[in-house]
Every structure is written in structure tokens, then in C-alpha cells.
């Protein structure tokens, strides 16, 4: 079930889709499963919804097609299957799955293409 964590979190060891963490560790989304060791970590965004929370950063995404797209602040809170289409402007914090982007988000996005579950 997922959840919102505003410190840190503990994941036991096991095998996730995609994984941010916030700090470091792992800088981008991978694109295959990774193992991570019983633990704390900061902040991390699991690809399939475990964990969702988003680093206090922006960055701005030009209008352009991206493969997945994790967007927080309860407006999605799963990722998306399909492509998707953001429109230009800056948002706060976005993970895009493959490491198009290592950010990550709280503002609209136009989600033109995928399956979407609210949150």
C-alpha cells in the first residue's frame, strides 16, 4: 500500500521496479528491478506505488514525450503505462522512469496517453 513519508523511510530488502532516492544513492530511475538493502533512506519514489514522496527541488520540463511519469501531490499517485505528454512550464518535482529526468513532482501535467489512478 502506499505510502507518504515526510523523513525517512526504512525499505527491507528486496527487489523494486524503479527507485529514487534522494541524497545520492541512486540518482535516477532504472529501468530494471534493483535490490537495496535493509535501511534508511531519505526520500524514495518506487516505480508500482510503494513510497511516493518528492525532493524539495524544481526543475523545468519542456514540452516533450516521456516514458513514465510519477507526479506527487495527489493528483497521481501511480505511474503511467504508456507515454504521456507534458506541456511546457516548470514543475515542482517529476520522476520519468529510464533517467530522461532525475527529479522529481506537485503542479498539472497533461497525461494525453496511459493509465492513470488518482489518488
Known amino acids: 500500500m502506499r505510502s507518504s513519508v515526510a523523513q525517512s523511510v526504512t ?3 528486496g527487489s523494486y521496479d524503479a527507485v529514487v532516492i534522494d541524497g545520492g544513492e541512486f540518482s535516477e530511475p532504472v529501468a530494471q528491478s534493483v535490490t537495496l538493502q535493509a ?8 516505480d508500482g506505488g ?12 519542456q514540452f516533450g514525450s516521456y ?9 497521481f499517485s501511480e505511474p503511467v503505462a504508456q507515454s504521456v505528454t507534458l506541456q511546457a512550464g516548470s514543475y515542482d518535482l517529476v520522476i520519468v522512469d529510464g533517467g530522461a529526468l532525475s527529479e522529481s513532482a506537485a503542479c498539472s501535467v497533461d497525461l494525453v496517453s496511459g493509465f492513470y489512478s488518482l489518488a
Open 11 to 13: 525499505l527491507q530488502a
Open 50 to 61: 510503494e513510497f511516493s514522496e518528492p525532493v524539495a527541488q524544481s526543475v523545468t520540463l
Open 39 to 46: 535501511g534508511s533512506y531519505d526520500i524514495v519514489v518506487v
Open 67 to 75: 516514458d513514465v511519469v510519477v507526479v506527487d501531490g495527489g493528483e
